[in-house]
Each structure stands twice: as structure tokens, then as C-alpha cells.
């Protein structure tokens, strides 16, 4: 029986935009763009979305995505495709839009996968595999609401999703320090400005809390920090760089239509890849009165918890599906991660991951099976 093709989907930032504007495509967000970004600051007129989020802000701006980037993805699509006696596509994304445009994208490119597939393929059952790696989860799932064939996923893998998104979104948002921007708090604008931002931001209880310890709604802007809302959330915004109740709202009408992948597929056929390093990622801010504003997130002092520096291990786990926990300390071994970078963006380059995926996606189940030497059987749960 031939192997399912897979499509490889990536996390935030993880495609190569380009401007197809120009006669000759020109590079807006890429590996060299994320140099440029860190000595000169981002071009926000060749990335900033209009007042919807619907469209290039510039008239002479059309983005599209080109490729997946090499550092986080290239060694897994190439581990995938060397082991497997069917295809291994990527699917880049735009992934400054909305996880609902990014679904139908993506319900359209598994309709070409299947066509080229059934008619070249004797023998091939129908299905397709997914790997999908942090904000690809969710455009996974925003896959499954536009109702694909009955029969057409296989097996998926979902490598540290935000299912129940990230606080990292929120400190991107107000003052773009989070491990999700690499750092650059020069992006924070931006950040305010995307619709899939809103769409990682934190769905889990007590993400933020006020001084008397009651919860923070991060959906009503009024539990926004004042600088980053129109004239304190009092007035209309003029350069779709503020957080915005219309954003705020759409993201969570998006959050809610989501699909459970158990909807369609056994929960047997699911895998969740996690990272988990104690008191890594942030889990609980406080928001203080800080004069002159009545509302101050204290990012400096929030509490954190387990997870991979960007998503709690709570996040992202799934209900009665298998996981498998990984450390930052596995990809010392190899030397693979930069300790200025964040081990949430690069565990798709560590060869258990590899091993793991291919594994799973060969129809092996449990420890015993999944698991490379060297990782302990309590890995496995």
C-alpha cells in the first residue's frame, strides 16, 4: 500500500512573502529580510494589511507567498521526502491573514493534491497527511470548516499548536519583545495590524489579570493596556495600528468556528509534538495602574509556566489524543539552537522530530514504536 502524499504546513512568519507588483518579484519578508528587519527596522508599507485586514494597505504592494523558510522547515521537508515513497508538498501562507483565508487557500491546494494524486497514483486510498507546526494547526483546522471530501485526511500532526493560543500574541502586540517576533520590538506596530495575531492571542483562563486578581477579558479592548488603543479606546483609529474592538471581534468569531480535528479524524490518527521547559513561557500577566495610564500590562513580571517558550504546554494539548514532550535539551545535543532564539520556532529542526513524524505517518502507534533512542518511554503520553 503506497504512503498518503503530506502537506507540510508552517507557523507564523514562517513563509517567504514576496511583492508581485514589480515585474521582477521582490522579497517583503524572507531569511534576509529578517536581517534587514534587525539592523533597519520592518517596512511596514510592503507588510501592513488595510483598516479590514483584508488587502495590502499600498497600492502598488501585492503580496503573495512563495516558499516555506528554509531554517525552521528544510531539514524536515527533506527527512520527510527521502523516507517516503510518496509526494511531500509545502503549503506557504500568507500568514499575516486571517486562519479563515488561509483555510480556503488550503482546501483549495488539497483539492490539486488529490486530483494529481488520483491520476498518476494506482493503488492510493484517497487521503492525505498533514503536518501542520504552530499558527499551521489552526489553518488546519480552519481546513476542516469548509467540509473536505469524506475520506480525504489521513493521519495529522500538530507540532506545538496554540490551540488555545499563546500571551506571547498580547506582548507582541504591545510591545513586540515576544520570542514570536524574534524580538524586534520595532514590529509591534505591525503585530496590532494582523489578523492572525488576534488569532493566536490567549483563549485560556486568567492570561491576564487586573490588581484585585479578577480576570481580563483580552477580546473587549477595554482590558487593553491605553497606549496601544485608539486615543485610549475612545476614538477611532487613523493608521490601523491600534488594537481595535472590529479585530478583536473578528478574531474571536473566527476562534469559535474552528473545527475539532477529532471531528473528522480518529483520535488514534492524531499526534501532538509539544515543547516543555519549566517556567519558560509566559502564563499570567498582571495589569497594574501605572500612571499616567490607568491600565499597564507587567510583562517584566509575569508569572510563567511549562511550555516551549511561546506556547504553554496546557495550549497545546489536545483532549485524548496522544503527545510526545520535547526539550530544549534534546536539540543541545546536536547544537542545533541558538540560545538567543526560541525553541518553539525550531523543533521541527531536530531529527527526533523527524524521526517521530515519519514514523507516525507510517502507521506506527505508542512509545515503544514513535520514540528514538535516547528519549525516555515517559516522553510519550
Known amino acids: 500500500m503506497p504512503n498518503n502524499p503530506v502537506i507540510v504546513i508552517p507557523g507564523f512568519i514562517g513563509s517567504t512573502l514576496e511583492n508581485y507588483y514589480a515585474v521582477e518579484p521582490q522579497t517583503t519578508w524572507g531569511a534576509w529580510k529578517l536581517l534587514e528587519t534587525g539592523l533597519a527596522g520592518p517596512d511596514f508599507r510592503a507588510l501592513a494589511l488595510d483598516a479590514d485586514g483584508k488587502t495590502d494597505a499600498a497600492l502598488d504592494v501585492v503580496n503573495r507567498a512563495s516558499s516555506l523558510l528554509a531554517g525552521p522547515y528544510s531539514k524536515l521537508v527533506l527527512a520527510l521526502r527521502a523516507r517516503r515513497s510518496a509526494p511531500v508538498y509545502v503549503f506557504p501562507y500568507d500568514w499575516r491573514y486571517s486562519t479563515a483565508v488561509s483555510g480556503r487557500l488550503l482546501a483549495a491546494f488539497v483539492a490539486r493534491v488529490r486530483d494529481k494524486m488520483a491520476a498518476a497514483q494506482t493503488g492510493w486510498r484517497g487521503k492525505v497527511d498533514f ?3 504552530s499558527l499551521g494547526g489552526l489553518v488546519f483546522r480552519a481546513f476542516l470548516g469548509n467540509s473536505p471530501a ?10 506545538t499548536v496554540p490551540h488555545l493560543g499563546s500571551l506571547d500574541a498580547a506582548e507582541a502586540m504591545i510591545r513586540g519583545r515576544s520570542t514570536l517576533l524574534d524580538g524586534r520590538k520595532e514590529l509591534r506596530k505591525l503585530a496590532r495590524n494582523l489578523p ?3 488569532e493566536i ?3 485560556f483562563g486568567n492570561a491576564a489579570q487586573d490588581e484585585s486578581g479578577a480576570t481580563l477579558d483580552l477580546f473587549r479592548l477595554e482590558s487593553w493596556q491605553e497606549n496601544v488603543t485608539a486615543n485610549g479606546g475612545a476614538g477611532p483609529e487613523e493608521h490601523g495600528f491600534d488594537v481595535s474592538q472590529t479585530r478583536l471581534d473578528a478574531a474571536s468569531q473566527q476562534l469559535a468556528a474552528l473545527r475539532p480535528a477529532t471531528d473528522v479524524v480518529e483520535a488514534r490518527d492524531i499526534l501532538t509534538i509539544y515543547g516543555e521547559d519549566p517556567q519558560t513561557t509566559l502564563a499570567r500577566v498582571q495589569v497594574r495602574a501605572a ?4 491600565r499597564w500590562f ?3 513580571n509575569a508569572q510563567k509556566g511549562d511550555g516551549d517558550g511561546v506556547v504553554l504546554t496546557k495550549s497545546a494539548l489536545l483532549p485524548g489524543v496522544s503527545s510526545i514532550r520535547l526539550s530544549q535539551r534534546d536539540a543541545s545535543i546536536f547544537g542545533e539552537l541558538d540560545a538567543r532564539l526560541s525553541f518553539h520556532g525550531f523543533v521541527c529542526t531536530l531529527d527526533e522530530t523527524q524521526t517521530i513524524v515519519n514514523r507516525f ?3 506506527q502507534r505508542g512509545a515503544a514504536s514513535l520514540l528514538p533512542l535516547g528519549l525516555p518511554r515517559s516522553r510519550y503520553s
Open 131 to 133: 503536518v501542520a507546526h
Open 150 to 159: 469524506p475520506g480525504t485526511v489521513g493521519q495529522v500532526v500538530f507540532i
Open 196 to 198: 492572525s495575531m488576534y
Open 201 to 203: 492571542l490567549p483563549t
Open 291 to 294: 500612571p499616567p495610564y490607568e
Open 298 to 300: 507587567d510583562f517584566e
Open 361 to 363: 505517518l507510517d502507521g
